[in-house]
Nanobody
Framework: QVQLVESGGGSVQPGGSLRLSCTVS????????MGWYRQAPGKERELVAE???????SYTDVMKDRITISRDSADPRVYLQMNNLKPEDTAVYYC??????????WGQGTQVTVSS
């Protein structure tokens, strides 16, 4: 069983920044493809960014040019740096791990609120 714990969410004013972190349990983090998703109230969960097991990032248009996804090879963590946040970025942000054997695991989510 893979466990994921997100942290780093909070309340920020428009234009502010946050850095989300996801800690992954177990010894096989280096084999997982990782992703960040978000879900706003009344909306479906949507992909924000992914990073492959080899460290290759990809971004959707949701927050492109304002975010950077990264992973730490020494620590089992994946990060999402978010800049120039907007009120429409308010959502619960979830970390996801995809294993080579088809497994998909989710964290409990971390709330991000952007408001003046």
């Amino acid at each position: 069983q893979v466990q994921l714990v997100e942290s780093g969410g909070g309340s920020v004013q428009p234009g502010g920044s946050l850095r989300l972190s996801c800690t992954v349990s177990g010894s096989f983090f280096y084999t997982y493809d990782m992703g960040w998703y978000r879900q706003a109230p009344g909306k479906e969960r949507e992909l924000v960014a992914e990073i492959s097991r080899k460290g290759i990032p990809s971004y959707t248009d949701v927050m492109k040019d304002r975010i950077t996804i990264s992973r730490d090879s020494a620590d089992p963590r994946v990060y999402l740096q978010m800049n120039n946040l907007k009120p429409e970025d308010t959502a619960v942000y979830y970390c996801n791990a995809k294993t080579p054997f088809g497994g998909s695991y989710w964290g409990q989510g971390t709330q991000v609120t952007v408001s003046s």
